[in-house]
């Protein structure tokens, strides 16, 4: 009778442990994929969420894939490869203006500046935006944000770009850098780490920032379609709250302590140029300290893609900005 009473408390045992086991199933991890247009030490609070564990805390695993474009990116989020995507706002008004039946949500912002620099390839003394002319001006991809920007500075700055300069527009994204370090080009428009490296080896100065020029903007945001909003909101709020937790880590922690963090994300570059270039990029603002995208930098945005004739139609903030997830986020 021992034996047999012994043999029941063991398979009530066992029956507890499946019950808890099973409970526990409710607490998984939810997988996130994420698709990033490019990958930028420009996008320091994302990296330091994966490493620093804020994603984990929120319980996500988050698959982060690189899509290298702005086009790319939209169609893996379009296409179902992508839960989320890091890419700039403008792609979210393209998409919206082809009438899509399920478009594209900017839900959290990452970076609120443009993120190029103007570099010269002799040293200038005094700089003032009028030596530009008369200059060859090797810019950015005709159609693309960056060369937007670069516009709009240009001509806020009383400069005509196809009057003004010698302006090149016809060099691939990837090959800007290369071309300049080649002689193409009196002043050139450059990404970090590039611009910092070019100051480092001799080839280039940056003399000024396009984006303190250019005024707050949602240069990159985080979007996903309206139909995962609606079916997700509770992973797409977890996934805002990991982000904000890491802009704050990335203001409050000193440079070095940030570059380490997210070294792993960038082996072709020295810990002391990502160290600049985190500082370079958060002295000026460029890292949003809130995920919430504010109605006057949407506007904004519109503004300048209409001055580079490259707006399909005006979009209402509403219509493709969700600010609700992330004003409760900042409210907690």
């Not at 939810?30 to 320091?44: D, G, K, M, N, P």
Request: hydrophobic share 40%; glycine share 8%; with cysteine.
């Amino acid at each position: 009778m021992k034996s047999l009473k012994y043999c029941c408390l063991f398979l009530i045992f066992l029956a507890i442990a499946a019950f808890t086991t099973g409970c526990g199933s409710n607490d998984e991890t939810t997988e996130v994929r994420l698709a990033e247009v490019t990958r930028s030490i420009f996008y320091a609070p994302q990296y330091a969420a994966i490493t620093q564990g804020f994603f984990e805390e929120e319980g996500l695993d988050v698959e982060l894939t690189t899509t290298w474009g702005g086009d790319t990116t939209m169609t893996t989020l379009l296409s179902g490869g992508a839960d989320i995507a890091l890419v700039g706002a403008e792609t979210s008004i393209y998409v919206y203006a082809q009438e899509a039946s399920d478009p594209a949500i900017n839900f959290a912002q990452l970076t609120q500046t443009d993120g190029t620099f103007l570099v010269s390839r002799e040293p200038v003394e005094d700089f003032q935006w009028d030596d530009l002319k008369g200059s060859t001006f090797l810019g950015q991809r005709k159609g693309g944000m960056p060369q937007m920007v670069g516009e709009y500075v240009l001509k806020q700055n009383g400069i005509n770009p196809q009057q003004d300069l010698d302006l090149i527009q016809n060099i691939d994204f990837g090959n800007i850098a290369s071309a300049f370090a080649s002689g193409t080009g009196d002043y050139v428009q450059l990404f970090e780490p590039q611009a910092t490296v070019f100051e480092q080896e001799g080839i280039g100065h940056i003399i000024d920032s396009f984006g303190t020029q250019s005024g707050n903007v949602p240069y990159t945001v985080y979007m996903t379609k309206e139909s995962f909003l609606n079916k997700n909101e509770d992973t797409i709020e977890r996934f805002t709250r990991a982000i904000n937790k890491a802009q704050k880590w990335v203001q409050e922690q000193p440079a070095d302590v940030v570059a380490e963090a997210i070294e792993e994300f960038f082996d072709d570059t020295p810990l002391d140029v990502i160290e600049q270039v985190v500082v370079r990029y958060r002295d000026q603002g460029s890292y949003a300290e809130s995920p919430v995208l504010q109605e006057e930098a949407w506007y904004h945005l519109q503004g300048i893609m209409q001055e580079a004739g490259e707006l399909p139609m005006e979009v209402d903030y509403e219509d493709l900005v969700n600010t609700e997830i992330a004003e409760k986020i900042m409210n907690e």
